[in-house]
């Protein structure tokens, strides 16, 4: 069935909230105000104050409290409004939701979900548009994922509340409206697997959320130029399934990571490096990589258009890699 | 001291690539020793050296692709060797290989053991931008990545590239024998002014002969129709010298041996054709034996540098393919070629009487620069003659 | 929906007294000029000119007016995402704050802000923070600066409500005080954090009495008062200018418009917003002046005509303005660029 991608989720959320009373969800502005992006709108009046907690805006506080209250036997679903704003709960994600279970030598558990959205797009300026997912996904002890369609939408979030360890998921704030259909099963994949979502055979375009629309845009203009790219849509940024990256890339030869996280540093520099570590003999070009500008995202459209990945820069990074004349004039 | 180049390996050859060394730094080399392998567009080809002395310093590293005359290593008396436990060259070797040295460069700077790594073998067409794929790939096929011309980012070789070269010829060293071939063929016929002589000639005195020398000795000892042709045309030449020669910068110039190329093709597709050394003075059974292993060598690729140089002029022969006569394409700068047909039994006059005679046509494709018809038919008839008495070859 | 209860008027009495004229067309003017451009923004917006969040402070201009009128030139002032008032009232030009707002060249920070991040360093006007609460420590370092350099000046530093929730508000209060820096703290209670009430988001809805547990003096005042708000920032700054270390100031007050350009305000009753709508500022102050006999009607509405007019100038200079070369994408993320970058 079609539904946006709100609606998914918040099809996921009033199914988990029905299914496990040990499940609540808090963050700021997800009752009264039926979230920042509407996607619990309507779950405070059919669950409750106690279920469905609006949060001062004090992330460490709350982000920590679902800590806390995952230790104590509960599964917290939290949303932070932006990765920006996670930011300020950071500290609790890294020095305790990450690190319980091994610092008590396994005694502990903290089987929370985080949700937050993420990405650029809505000239929101430089506060409120960074992908920072990247970061996260640097973290031993927490699991990081980025539905990039309703139907993960829907059905990602049921799989992560069934995980004993920290869940991150990511959201990015363009998808909210889009509609996809979506099944009625989570499907055959995983929640860690990564999904071939348009196969082809001259190159593999690896993206995430947000970054997979722009990347079967670019597949389907470069398919009127003769080019069969193939789109890999991470699904999971940590763990990163590298047998289904390694083994698109050692069937295309090529590859192009689209990541809408900076450049230096970042998920596609580590993805980057798995393929030549794991397929550098299969690789027929060196892998290229589309990232956000090395700047803080600027307000205005035409620059933050700029700055972001877009179909545009992907069909020409995967040219860069297919033929020499558009390889001098690729970006670095 | 002496200097060991790139040797040209054939009139079309531009450059090699040094595939690998079997003499290293410190070890003594003989005249006659094979010390490294090339490959050309025609082969891998072992290289001898031409003087005594100690392997003093490696100029050009394995893998590396260097013009015809480029200084390969240089050969001395031993004296300022080093030693043959020279220390092993660290890793970091590999990017210390000095540039390919052009012909004129002076003598790089004295030998140290740093500047002569003998590091393991390099992977193949070191410094050529190709992706890792197609060097996969062309190890696999047995593809050499040094004449590809790459269609990849920034000119790369990519595997496509490899898999066309491959395709075109079932491995890029026989689809490049081929080109190569044909560069000589199509500059031959561009340039040299062809004219063509037959001749039928009775081969009843030599099959006979032949008959009663294999009947009496062992397999091993026995003899083919071919080396009675090559002696007689060697023979024959000895009186015909501009057709045993060169003809370089428009002038004539006659060999003083007859080095005979043979006309050999190889199993995978394309031909060589290593010669025959001093054909004129040896025994039949001693050609039979050059023969063997020359066919030998070029079959399993391990033909030195002189067989595929000396050639002073070529006989093709398609005693086995069944045609009866071949006006061929001579090989530059050679100034003849001489072909044989099929020998067949055909019906031949002797004193008024029809009778059923081996007979074999022998042509003649010649340079009308050095010789013309008058000539090329006495030589032709010195030929016939010649295997008229087949126990005085 | 939910229905609550109305929020509690500020318990601080009108200020009475008497105004000049000239301080009264001043303050009146620029209560004009902030309510005229906000509504020709959220037009703008309307009209796809203006894009991303436009948070306009329509109904909070009091608090602008009073507060930087307490100010000299030498002070500085750090603001909030919802700033278009603080920058209008400290007299950054409303044609580079409109343009701003375009995302024009010609804006105050030169395009690449927007409505949230309006800066102007000449003023001393240190934006257009949008992480909430995240301005409060730059204002105890800027006074920190101001008190080790030694410069006479106070840092004041705007934050609304929904900052009282963040560690920040708490680090910084306790930090001002322990090293008795020149910070004035004024907190625009809107009752409202984004959508959560004041009093779902605090468990002490009095938020001059936070102040106290870090030694910091506090006040609550009549936000919707421009004239008891001005002489309770005067009072404040002049006891932070005097040395006696940070003061925080409550000024209660209200948005008429969503949280951002739209919302669909379900955590807020329409019958909540008319009963503020009541006490509206510039109505307010426009009353008591036309009663005092301070302005006439024909003043006030030749001060509104001017607002207008200055509105639609800085209409015309952002429309006039350049789009900045996308060449310059990455200017201004270091001072210089190094090769590595």
């Known amino acids: 069935m079609r539904m946006t991608y709100r609606e998914a989720l918040r099809t996921a959320l009033t199914e988990a909230l029905s299914a496990d009373p040990r499940v609540f969800l808090m963050g700021e502005d997800v009752g009264r105000y039926g979230g920042a992006y509407a996607a ?29 209250a995952a230790l104590g036997g509960m599964r917290p679903i939290v949303e932070v409004m932006t990765v920006n704003f996670s930011l300020l709960a950071l500290d609790q994600v890294v020095n305790s939701a990450a690190t319980l279970r091994h610092m008590s030598g396994g005694q502990l558990s903290v089987p929370l979900v985080v949700r937050m959205a993420t990405g650029g797009g809505r000239q929101v300026a430089a506060q409120h548009s960074h992908s920072l997912e990247g970061w996260y996904a640097h973290v031993p002890g927490i699991r990081v994922v980025a539905p990039a369609t309703a139907h993960d939408a829907r059905w990602m979030l049921p799989a992560a509340l069934r995980e004993p360890d920290p869940v991150f998921i990511f959201e ?161 | 001291m002496g200097e060991f180049r790139m040797p040209t390996l054939g009139a079309d050859m531009v450059a090699g690539t040094l595939t690998e060394w079997y003499k290293h730094p410190g070890d003594v080399v003989n005249r006659g020793d094979i010390i490294a392998a090339v490959d050309t567009d025609k082969g891998s080809i072992d290289v001898e050296v031409f003087e005594d002395g100690v392997l003093e310093r490696v100029v050009v590293e394995e893998g590396q692709k260097v013009p015809v005359g480029t200084l390969l290593a240089v050969i001395g008396s031993g004296a300022g060797a080093p030693a043959p436990a020279a220390a092993p060259s660290p890793p970091a070797a590999a990017a210390q290989v000095p540039p390919p040295t052009p012909p004129s460069a002076a003598a790089p700077a004295a030998p140290s053991p740093s500047a002569a790594p003998t590091a393991a073998p390099l992977p193949p067409a070191h410094g050529v931008r190709a992706s890792p794929l197609a060097r996969r790939l062309a190890a696999d096929l047995r593809v050499d990545l040094t004449g590809i011309t790459g269609s990849g980012p920034g000119g790369a070789i990519v595997k496509e590239d490899v898999e066309a070269a491959a395709a075109r010829g079932g491995g890029d060293r026989s689809a490049r024998m081929r080109r190569a071939i044909a560069a000589a063929m199509a500059k031959s016929n561009r340039e040299i002014p062809h004219f063509y002589l037959a001749t039928t000639i009775d081969l009843g005195a030599a099959s006979a002969w032949l008959a009663q020398w294999n009947a009496a000795h062992p397999p091993a000892e026995r003899l083919l129709p071919a080396v009675l042709l090559l002696k007689a045309t060697a023979l024959a030449l000895l009186e015909f010298p501009e057709l045993n020669a060169r003809w370089e910068q428009e002038s004539l110039q006659p060999a003083a041996e007859v080095h005979i190329g043979m006309v050999t093709s190889l199993r995978g597709g394309g031909l060589v054709i290593p010669a025959v050394h001093q054909v004129n003075r040896r025994t039949l059974p001693e050609l039979m034996r050059e023969v063997r292993e020359l066919v030998q060598r070029a079959r399993s690729g391990t033909l030195r540098s002189s067989d595929l140089t000396d050639g002073t002029v070529t006989v093709t022969s398609l005693g086995d393919r069944g045609a009866d006569a071949v006006f061929g394409v001579i090989y530059p700068p050679q100034t003849a070629l001489i072909g044989f047909g099929t020998p067949a039994e055909r019906p031949w006059v002797v004193a008024g009487q029809v009778v059923p005679r081996q007979v074999v046509t022998a042509s003649l494709a010649a340079d009308h620069r050095a010789s013309d018809g008058h000539r090329g038919g006495m030589f032709l008839a010195t030929i016939a003659r010649l295997l008229q008495q087949p126990e005085g070859l | 929906m939910a229905t609550r209860e109305a929020p509690p008027l500020p318990k601080t ?270 109505a307010l102050f426009r009353a008591r002046l036309e009663g005092g006999g301070i302005l006439a009607a024909a003043a006030i509405e030749a001060l509104d005509r001017e607002a207008r007019a200055v509105t639609d100038q800085a209409v015309a200079f952002a429309e006039a303005g350049e789009w900045e070369p996308v060449a310059d994408l990455l200017k201004d993320v270091y001072a210089r660029e190094l090769p590595c970058g």
Not at chain 1, 42 to 47: A, D, K, S, V, Y
Not at chain 1, 218 to 241: C, H, K, M, N
Not at chain 3, 31 to 60: D, N, T, V
Not at chain 3, 264 to 277: C, F, G
């Open chain 1, 40 to 68: 619990s709108k309507g779950l405070l009046e059919q669950f409750g104050p106690d279920r469905v907690r609006d949060t001062p805006l004090s992330e460490s506080a709350f982000v920590g409290a679902g800590i806390g």
């Open chain 1, 172 to 332: 990015h704030a363009m998808l909210y409206p889009e509609e996809g259909e979506v099944g009625e099963e989570p499907g055959p994949l995983p929640l860690f697997a990564a999904a071939i979502r348009r196969p082809g055979r001259d190159v593999t375009v690896i993206a995430h959320g947000g970054s997979v629309g722009k990347a079967l845009a670019a597949a389907e203009q470069l398919a009127t130029e003769g080019i069969e790219a193939e789109v890999l849509d991470l699904r999971s940024l940590r763990p990163l399934d590298d047998a289904t990256i390694l083994e698109s890339v050692r069937r295309c030869h090529r590859a192009v990571v689209v990541d809408e996280g900076w450049r230096s540093g970042s998920l596609s520099a580590e993805i980057a490096s798995r393929i030549s570590e794991g397929a550098f003999f299969e690789l027929d070009a060196p892998v290229a990589r589309v990232c956000s500008a090395e700047v803080p995202i600027p307000y205005p459209k035409h620059l933050e258009d700029t700055a972001l990945p877009q179909p545009d820069g992907i069909c020409a990074a995967v040219r860069g890699v297919l033929q020499p004349a558009q390889a001098a004039g690729a970006k670095a």
């Open chain 3, 13 to 282: 009495p009108a200020a009475s007294g008497a105004i000049d004229a000239a301080t009264a067309r001043s303050w009146l003017g620029q209560m004009l000029l902030i309510r005229r451009f906000e509504e020709k923004a959220a037009e703008l917006y309307s009209a796809g000119k203006i894009r991303g969040f436009l948070h306009l402070s329509i109904g909070e201009e009091a608090v602008s007016v009073a507060a930087i009128a307490a100010l000299t030139e030498a002070d500085n002032i750090v603001s909030t995402y919802r700033e278009h008032g603080h920058a209008l009232a400290r007299g950054l030009p409303p044609g580079a704050v409109m343009a701003e707002l375009y995302g024009k060249a010609n804006g105050a920070s030169r395009g690449r802000g927007g409505s949230m991040h309006i800066f102007d360093v000449g003023r001393r006007f240190y934006g257009g923070n949008a992480i909430v609460a995240g301005g409060l420590p730059l204002a105890v370092g800027l006074a920190l600066a101001d008190r080790l350099r030694p410069r006479p000046a106070i840092t004041a530093c705007f934050f609304g409500d929904g900052a009282v929730a963040e560690g920040e508000f708490h680090e910084s209060l306790n930090l001002a005080s322990l090293w008795k820096l020149p910070v004035l703290f004024l907190c625009e209670n809107n009752y409202y954090a984004m959508g959560t009430a004041l009093d779902r988001h605090q468990a002490e809805t009095d938020i001059s009495l936070k102040g106290g547990a870090y030694r910091v003096p506090s006040v609550a005042v009549d936000g919707m008062d421009v004239m008891a708000t001005a002489s309770a920032v005067r009072a404040a700054a002049e006891q932070v200018r005097s040395g006696a270390g940070p003061f925080l100031l409550e000024c209660r007050t209200y948005r008429f418009r969503a949280h951002s350009m739209y919302d669909p305000e379900l955590y807020r009753s329409k019958e909540e917003v008319e009963q503020w709508k009541r006490r509206d500022p510039i």
